[in-house]
């Protein structure tokens, strides 16, 4: 009897304590708790201005390699690899013998023809003095014939003057000079070396000259940034030469077409390199303003979901998800231009995930 009592009074015991457990149990709507774990933004529709960062290089601003216009013996080099010069310093001198025997014997044929011109000319001044003085003694076709001994000894002449001054060019040629002031940066010849126009020295130049005070930063913007860049201004950039430096340009040129196999556009900064602490190849990371397209449309940088395959913002549309590709612009703090089929104030995800099926069912 009293086994009965236990029995029944544990049994008793077991189902108040599972009626408690079913109603404290709630109960589990699996789309309702899903909505609680998202956060929901519009698109709005307003250009984004901000920056971008892109690599360039440095150039020098003017870079030429020299050559010497006439065949010749290198003389003398009065420079070598890092010497600075001036415009106009004299870089080589040239030995060709037979360019100064040129240049003196078109000397010689000017002075002769310039002495046959001054007799001829002597002789037409006394031939009309003579007619005018006594007329009749000179007949008019001696006249003609010493006026054009004395145009055609006079056309000579200048010939020769013109030929006499090319050979002086031709001989000047034999002394080099810097085109303007800068850095040689090779030099692949030495004094006895025959020259010319047409000389490559293992497809070097003789000399290498380029400007240093100023360089060229030159950059490739993409195709979708290459409208959205401000006229003339000025941009920061750093060199990993240089940890912890800052320099600065301007924005001085712009190709005005797309590079076919980049699809970018060349862009130059000028620079200023006073201190010559920026060299010609250095490798620099630039920070560029951009004005932001005014057809873009912004969502927040969580809303853009990116897989291996598409880049895609989650819209809500009729209580269900739906993904839609975008392409991204400008980003700005947590910001990010998208271009897509969109529309402002579309209502979209703002946290969104691929574990977020497309379609699926909102309340």
């Known amino acids: 009897m009293k086994n ?40 709005v529709q307003q250009p984004l201005a901000g920056s971008i960062r892109l690599p360039g290089t440095l150039e020098a601003f003017q870079q030429v390699s020299i050559y010497p216009r006439v065949n010749g013996f290198v003389s003398r080099i009065t420079v070598d690899r890092g010497s600075r010069v001036k415009k106009g310093q004299v870089l080589l001198v040239l ?51 010493a006026k054009a ?15 006499f001054r090319a050979k002086g060019v031709m001989e000047s040629y034999l002394t080099v000079t810097a085109p303007f002031d800068g850095v040689i940066t090779e030099r692949n ?17 003789m000399l290498m000259l380029a400007q240093e005070d100023k360089l060229r930063l030159v950059l490739q913007v993409p195709e979708i940034y290459s409208g959205q860049l401000l006229k003339q201004a000025t941009v920061d950039f750093g060199v990993n030469a240089l940890p912890g430096k800052i320099f600065s340009g301007s924005i001085s040129r712009e190709a005005g077409m797309l590079n ?32 932001g397209s005014a057809a873009a449309l912004v969502v927040p940088a969580s809303a853009v979901v990116m897989s291996t395959e598409r880049k895609y913002v989650i819209v809500i549309k009729d209580h269900h998800t739906k993904w839609i590709d975008v ?31 497309d379609g699926l069912s909102l309340p």
């Open 4 to 43: 009965n009592k236990q029995q029944l009074l544990w049994l008793m015991l077991a189902v108040a304590l599972a009626a408690c457990h079913s109603a404290a149990a709630p109960e589990y709507h699996p789309a309702a708790a899903a909505a609680q774990q998202y956060t929901f933004a519009n698109v």
């Open 95 to 145: 030995e060709a013998p037979e360019v100064a025997q040129q240049y003196y014997a078109a000397q010689s044929r000017y002075l002769q023809a310039a002495a046959v011109y001054a007799g001829s000319k002597d002789n037409y001044e006394r031939t009309v003095a003579t007619g005018e003085e006594t007329p009749g003694t000179i007949s008019a076709h001696d006249m003609e014939l």
């Open 149 to 163: 001994r004395m145009l055609a000894d006079s056309a000579l002449m200048n010939s020769e003057q013109a030929n």
């Open 189 to 205: 010849i030495h004094p006895g070396a025959l020259v010319g126009p047409d000389t490559r020295l293992d497809s070097k130049p």
């Open 260 to 291: 076919d196999k980049y699809r970018s556009e060349a862009v130059e900064i000028d620079v200023q390199n006073d201190t010559r602490l920026l060299k010609p190849g250095m490798y620099a990371e630039i920070t560029m303003p951009v004005n």
């Open 327 to 357: 392409q991204e612009g400008n980003h700005h703090n947590d910001s990010t231009e998208v271009f897509g089929a969109l529309q402002a104030g579309d209502r979209i995800i703002a946290n969104a995930t691929d574990e977020i099926r």
